[in-house]
């Protein structure tokens, strides 16, 4: 079970930080990641984390902007969005997937939390 927290409504230039709570066992086995689905397009990749934290990767719209971290003792991922713009209103989700290595896609993700909205004013 997975379990986003932390969107809301921001203007544009502001900030958010995302949490993913993951409720079960071994989380530090898994590699994660968060996608988004923006209003009435696909769910896209935003930025993933390997197990132990070491390795990160980030989707070019969000690169820079964006943060990825975790900490395996509170079973927890986090999300730091700054600069935000328009352009990153969507539902944010963050998933899990058993493996080694970045996995940028979809279906390299087995649990999935149920997403948190996240709007950005102009």
């Known amino acids: 079970q997975l379990q986003a927290y932390g969107g809301g409504l921001v203007p544009a230039g502001g900030f958010l930080s995302l949490s993913c709570v993951f409720d079960?066992?071994?989380?530090?086995?898994?590699?994660m990641g968060w996608f988004r689905q923006p209003p009435g397009k696909e769910r896209e990749f935003v930025a993933a984390i390997t197990w132990n934290g070491q390795s990160t990767y980030y989707a070019e719209s969000v690169k820079g902007r964006f943060t990825i971290s975790r900490d395996n003792a509170k079973n927890t991922m986090y999300l730091q969005m700054n600069n935000l713009t328009p352009l990153d209103t969507a539902v944010y989700y963050c998933a899990a997937g058993a493996g080694a290595g970045i996995a940028v896609m979809s279906r390299d993700y087995t649990y999935w939390g149920h997403g948190t909205q996240v709007t950005v004013s102009s």
């Open positions: 079960g066992r071994a989380f530090s086995r898994y590699r």
